[in-house]
């Protein structure tokens, strides 16, 4: 299973998402610290739950952040993410 969906599994799991689009952007990062030669190290996270409402954009990170704790201690280096609540502006 790659990195991009074990992440995809656990967020699924813990937040059950109405939309989650995970998207690998190592390849524009190749030859940069951090950057692994195999890719699946950078990763942008658009994701909207309702787990999110009444939660600011740090405490939603953080909850993301503790979520994929394992990806991000072992080979994600980079993750960018886009956390709202249903019904809000993107």
Known sequence: ????EKMEDKLNG???PEEL??????HLHAGHGGAH??????????IVSAAFEGKSRVERHRMI???LAEELKARVHALA???YAPG???
């Open 21 to 26: 689009t995970i998207t690998d952007e190592s």
């Open 14 to 16: 813990a937040l059950s």
């Open 37 to 46: 030669p195999d890719g699946e190290s950078h990763f942008r996270i658009h």
């Open 1 to 4: 299973m790659s990195v991009r």
């Open 65 to 67: 952040n503790e979520i």
């Open 88 to 90: 809000e502006g993107r």
């Open 81 to 83: 993410v886009k956390a």
